[in-house]
């Protein structure tokens, strides 16, 4: 069984995979958040044979729950419930500036060549932003299980 992350956004959900013995997290694909998100989650969760989905939750710097905290338990509601895969949260801060970090390191030259191109187009960001939420999960899962 593999697990599924998910970096919620109002336009796109970017989306993370583990392998199938669960100990690497990588970016998998951006999904766009519209209403017809949930068969999509629905059927990567019957592709992959996904038995948990980890969901990153935008806790604010004094690690509550706030309105964009809100927002992904409702989309949660909407669209993973009934899903044959359970969720757990996971904190998110910073994962999207990391991740956009990640981008601007890895040199993406832009078309004079000069700088670089961090841009969220493509759902980059997304992707990877997903994958560090999985990773810090099983992360946490390593460190919780006995040695």
Do not use: W
């Not at 951006?30 to 989650?41: F, G, S, T």
């Not at 948990?52 to 004094?62: A, C, D, Q, R």
């Amino acid at each position: 069984m593999r697990i599924l992350g998910l970096d919620i956004g109002q336009k796109r959900i970017g989306v993370a995979i583990t392998d199938e013995q669960c100990t690497i997290a990588y970016p998998l694909k951006v999904l766009e958040n519209k209403p017809l998100v949930k068969e999509a989650l629905q059927g990567l969760v019957e592709k992959y044979c996904i038995d948990k989905i980890v969901v990153g939750m935008p806790y604010n710097l004094k690690g509550q729950e706030g309105r964009q905290a809100e927002s992904i338990r409702e989309f949660v509601d909407l669209n993973l419930n009934g899903i044959n895969a359970s969720v757990v949260y996971i904190d998110e801060r910073f994962s999207s500036r990391i991740s956009e970090s990640i981008l601007r390191e890895g040199g993406k030259k832009d078309k004079k060549g000069s700088g670089t191109q961090h841009k969220r187009a493509g759902g980059q960001v997304d992707k990877i932003s997903a994958s560090l939420i999985l990773s810090g999960y099983m992360e946490r899962q390593k460190q919780k299980s006995p040695q």
